[in-house]
């Protein structure tokens, strides 16, 4: 059993940046791949990032590729998001997600969200 907590969404304009924490239960972390989703307004939750649990293996969403970095530290059992260049249609909530490989994230384990909102 995994629990993940999110945080570090916010409010930020256009341009700007936010960093996500999702901090992970259990002392089987590392052995994990991990990611992001978000789900705006209307629309169906989507893949944003993936890191393996080696760290040797990431994926990005085109829409997000060369703004967005995933990365994990498995010391203290924490994956972040580190969003630049933020546009409004980045807006929605981001979800932490976690299993064994990369692939099957979306049917792993969840955390309960964290707001990002980006104004124009």
């Known amino acids: 059993q995994v629990q993940l907590v999110e945080s570090g969404g916010g409010l930020v304009q256009a341009g700007g940046s936010l960093r996500l924490s999702c901090a992970a239960s259990?002392?089987?972390?590392?052995?994990?791949?991990m990611g992001w989703f978000r789900q705006a307004p209307g629309k169906e939750r989507e893949f944003v990032a993936g890191?393996?649990?080696?760290?040797?293996?990431?994926n990005y969403a085109d829409s997000v590729k060369g703004r967005f970095t995933i990365s994990r530290d498995n010391a203290k059992n924490t994956v972040y998001l580190q969003m630049n260049s933020l546009k409004p249609e980045d807006t929605a909530v981001y979800y932490c997600?976690?299993?064994?490989?990369?692939?099957?994230?979306?049917?792993?384990?969840w955390g309960q969200g964290t707001q990002v909102t980006v104004s124009s």
């Open positions: 997600a976690a299993n064994r490989v990369i692939r099957t994230l979306s049917e792993g384990y």
């Open positions: 259990g002392r089987t972390f590392s052995s994990y791949a």
């Open positions: 890191i393996a649990s080696n760290s040797g293996i990431t």
